[in-house]
């Protein structure tokens, strides 16, 4: 109790003393440790975020960066897509949760710069706060697996209700934790000099990572790991056969899972040309058709029996885009911002999918922004993204490096910046790394 009493102690005055150089130090680093948690927590801790950069703003210089205008001008497109949305009342209600996009830009630029060494603190706190995370929801599954007996409670999400199954709430979103976990991961495995603790803690990140089954996560996160251990560590130059040869071994191993293992079987499993799900039960339902890519292009209906895995669904959805941009005047502006919902349920309807799928989004952050903001606004999302990885390997930072490289992936599989807790996570850690690699490489 004494070692824990005074490592707590001792952190706590270390966020003391960085406090005194930069007021907004501490409501920073506790809004971005606790993104997991209700929105409500969040939405007061950005208020005293912003509270304290106003104080900032008053009291010293104030700073610039232009790689933050790009957020403005793209809060500005969404709030003027209210004029022209097809359904301005949704627009409206949905507007206040990309308020990130202004808010947190505008407390960057009142607040003293935080320094190399406050940021590196940032991502530690935030790194162990992530590990916190991960060791109640790890406690949480094996409690409810001696009661159920249910292995499903060491996998994914569960439905966000009393009989949660998952390994985190669906309203956590285990897609979106696993990205807050990556960040977390390679603060500790990119880490020089690491610690017992600190090598415990990444094999620890490492396997809940893999645990949650995002299949995109996992995929770039097991890249990444490759593009660190070829080009960044120290030790890039030697054993590099028997490192790729151990993580693929383990990579196999870990996917034999058998909740895992599913999640990606079912992919290619219906992904041929002649749907191979056609003969195989994969999801060990009777009745049910997993339809394949090409048939989620191609089908002029379907049934209501048919099943679209992840990725064949994604491909349908970039089918009914390019039927509205066919169909619909939205190339230049767009149906308006969250105002696609009335033409996807109609798509749903013409194409006799099972009711339910037309409730989902596009599923696509890049495919979200052209549908609802136009050209323009899949413009500016490439804009932001082009600065967010220019800089990040200008700078040779690999957290900032994974986190670049881990939004463009996601976006591709996720209208992340249209849920409030992922716009937030974007914008904080856009603002954190791209404030501070673009200084340093200004400085050069």
């Known amino acids: 109790m004494n070692n824990i009493y005074n490592f707590l102690n001792n952190v706590w005055k270390e966020i003391q003393l960085e406090n005194k150089q930069n007021i907004s130090f501490i409501p920073f680093v506790l809004l971005i440790s606790t993104l997991p948690l209700a929105m409500g927590v969040n939405n007061v801790l950005l208020g005293i975020f912003l509270l304290t950069s106003f104080l900032s703003f008053v009291r010293k210089k104030q700073y610039f960066s232009i ?133 415990i803690f990444s094999i620890l990140l490492f ?61 290619f499993t219906s992904n041929s040309k002649k749907s191979l799900s056609h003969n195989v039960n994969v999801n060990n339902t009777n009745g049910v058709n997993n339809i394949s890519i090409y048939e989620a292009w191609n089908n002029k209906a379907f049934t209501h029996n048919d099943f679209f895995p992840g990725t064949s669904f994604r491909v349908y959805q970039v089918r009914i885009f390019m039927d509205f941009l066919k169909e619909e005047p939205i190339f230049l502006k767009g149906f308006g911002f969250e105002a696609s919902s009335e033409k996807l349920l109609e798509k749903e309807k ?17 495919i979200q922004n052209f549908a609802e903001l136009g050209i323009i606004g899949f413009i500016l999302l490439l804009v932001i993204v082009a600065i967010n990885i220019k800089i990040a390997l200008r700078s040779k930072d690999f957290i900032h490096i994974a986190f670049a490289i881990v939004m463009i992936s996601l976006f591709l599989t996720e209208s992340f910046l249209w849920r409030q807790r992922g716009v937030l996570f974007f914008v904080l850690f856009y603002c954190l790394l791209n404030t501070k690699n673009y200084a340093s490489i200004y400085k050069k």
């Open 67 to 199: 790689v933050l205008v790009p957020l403005f001008v793209f809060f500005l497109w969404i709030c003027l897509s209210y004029f022209w949305s097809i359904d301005s009342n949704k627009t409206l209600v949905n507007l206040p949760k990309e308020l990130p996009f202004l808010l947190v830009p505008l407390a960057f630029m009142s607040i003293p710069t935080f320094t190399n060494e406050q940021n590196n603190k940032i991502l530690k706190f935030y790194s162990y706060s992530m590990v916190v995370y991960v060791l109640y929801f790890t406690i949480r599954a094996i409690v409810r697996y001696s009661i159920s007996n249910n292995i499903d409670v060491f996998f994914y999400h569960g439905p966000d209700n009393l009989t949660d199954t998952g390994l985190v709430p669906r309203l956590l979103n285990a897609i979106h934790f696993s990205v807050y976990l990556v960040i977390a991961f390679f603060y500790f495995f990119t880490k020089m000099n690491k610690t017992k603790l600190e090598y």
């Open 350 to 366: 013409q194409y006799n999918l099972y009711p339910g799928y037309g409730n989902f989004n596009f599923h696509n952050q890049y």
């Open 207 to 267: 396997i809940f990572i893999i645990l949650l089954s995002s299949k995109n996560i996992i995929l770039i996160f097991i890249l990444l790991i490759l593009i660190h251990v070829f080009f960044y560590s120290k030790a890039a130059n030697r054993l590099r056969l028997r490192n790729l040869t151990l993580i693929f071994i383990l990579f196999g191993f870990i996917i034999s899972f058998k909740n895992i293992k599913e999640r990606f079987l079912i992919e």
